[in-house]
Structure formats: structure tokens, C-alpha cells
């Protein structure tokens, strides 16, 4: 399930009086997330009649609790309370999986995490905010990658964002450059050489490094979502990727400031 333009998208629910009498389970949460980072949570669905699927790649933080036809989050640190809506939403018969954005006011230690169904908050779940933020690569959808077509990499610890729009940056190139008539291997060149300016501008962003034979392609998200396993964005292939094996790297801009950075993942290229 993906979002192509990471905007919000309206849903409508009906969810009936008694979905909201229940304290919701948690059965899966970051241990370690932090302020900014988007984490994945799946607990117990508190309406398995409503199958309800959204992409997104940010979450609003509340002021306050506020009524919502979806759980919300209540997250508590040394005696503030911080309430954050769900971004990504994914129905999966009895459970649901979400994606959420970790408070940016968050500091080093122990806090506590509750899901709000309705009112009723779930039980205390621990989690701790680490000194440093962290970005761990659980793989790639499919497991391999083909030149010029897109993959979906699934990990955690990517920062919310809004990707740029490639349009004004397309338009450009083909009033200049009769882009249209190049082959798909020159678009793409052209293309990733133009918007790479106004990427380096974005102040927080996710980023993805390709290394094959001693040659490195740096990549943008396109588009973002949400899978089983966890948070996933979508990138193209650099068309000159050749058959065999290479390394993948994400790494975090935060703040105009490289925060953290994976350690490299071994795909297939076909």
C-alpha cells in the first residue's frame, strides 16, 4: 500500500459504539524510536468488520486528546503527555498495522506508550529514546532489484517527510532539453541530475546510496507506505545497475544534519 503524493487521505468510518468499550493490545512497537522517526505499531483491531487501508508518510501531533473515528497514541515522559494521530493505517483481519511519529520533544530515557480507543487507554508499554537516532534496513520487497523499475525498501527509523514534487523539475526539461525524445536510461540521468539541487535543500529527508563495482548512485524517495513488516519507501533503480550483487545504505537528514546512517544491505540485481 502506497501513497504518491503523501498527502492525507479522507476516511470515512463507521465504527460502532461498542468497538470503543475495549482496551485495545499491542502486539508489536519500536523498543527503541527517536523524536521525529516514524515507528510501526500493530495491535488488536478495534472494528475487524471495517477493513480500512491509508498511505501516508507523516502523523499529526495532537494537542490533545481529541475524538477520532481511528486510535490514537498517548505517549508520556517524565510526566508530560504527548498525543500523535496514526499516518499509514492497514487493516489485517483481527489486527491492525500503523505507522506513527515519534514526539520531536522526546529526550534520552525511558517513556511510556498507550493506545486510545476511544478513551480507554491500552496497558503502559516501555520504550526507550536512544542518544542518537538509529536507521535499520529489514530488506527489500521481492528481494531484488531490476534496473529502471521501482522497489520498495522495508526498515525503521525512517524521519517523516514530504518528498519534493517533480513536476516543476520535468516541465523544466522539456521546455529546455526536449526531454520527451531521450531514451528511458538519459531521462532518468537528466532527471535525478536536475532535482538533485533541490534535494540537497530538503532540511529533513530520507535518503537511499547504491554501491555496485566502485560506482555510487544516490537516489530519492518517490513515494512511501507501509507493509507488514514495517515502514517502506519506494525508489527507482538507476538505470545502469548491472546483474549480480550491490549494497544498499539509507541515511537520515534531520534538522540539515546527517543523524544516522544503516548499515548496508546485500541485494540481488537481476
Do not use: H
Amino acid at each position: 500500500m502506497f501513497s504518491k503524493r503523501f498527502l492525507p487521505i479522507a476516511i470515512v468510518a463507521f465504527i460502532s459504539v461498542n468497538s470503543y468499550a475495549a482496551r485495545l493490545k499491542i502486539y508489536e512497537y519500536p523498543k527503541q524510536i527517536s523524536g521525529g522517526q516514524l515507528g510501526t505499531i500493530v495491535f488488536e483491531n478495534p472494528d475487524p468488520t471495517n477493513m480500512l487501508s491509508r498511505a501516508q508518510c507523516t502523523a499529526e501531533k495532537l494537542i490533545a486528546w481529541v475524538k477520532s473515528d481511528l486510535p490514537i497514541l498517548r505517549i508520556e515522559q517524565n510526566g508530560k503527555q504527548i498525543f500523535t494521530s496514526l499516518g499509514s493505517y492497514m487493516s489485517l483481519g483481527d489486527s491492525v498495522v500503523a505507522v506513527f511519529m515519534a514526539p520531536v520533544g522526546l529526550i534520552p530515557g525511558e517513556a511510556t506508550l498507550f493506545v486510545l480507543n476511544g478513551r480507554d487507554a491500552s496497558v503502559p508499554y516501555k520504550f526507550l529514546v536512544p542518544e542518537t537516532m538509529q536507521t535499520n534496513l529489514r530488506g527489500v520487497e521481492g528481494n531484488t532489484i531490476k534496473p529502471l523499475e521501482s522497489f520498495r525498501l522495508i526498515g525503521e527509523g525512517f524521519v517523516a517527510m514530504t518528498p519534493l514534487e517533480n513536476s516543476k523539475a520535468l516541465e523544466d526539461l522539456r521546455q529546455n532539453l526536449n526531454y520527451d525524445a531521450l531514451s528511458k536510461i538519459e531521462q532518468q540521468i537528466v532527471l535525478y541530475k536536475r532535482i538533485s539541487t533541490d534535494w540537497q535543500r530538503v532540511p529533513t529527508a530520507n535518503f537511499l546510496t547504491i554501491e555496485q563495482d566502485g560506482k555510487s548512485w544516490l537516489i530519492f524517495v518517490e513515494e512511501c507506505g507501509i507493509t507488514r513488516q514495517g515502514v517502506c519507501l519506494q525508489f527507482t533503480a538507476p538505470a545502469d545497475l548491472k546483474p549480480g550483487v550491490a549494497n544498499l545504505t539509507a541515511w537520515v537528514r534531520y534538522n540539515n544534519a546527517e543523524t544516522s546512517r544503516s548499515a548496508p544491505l546485500a541485494v540481488s540485481i537481476q
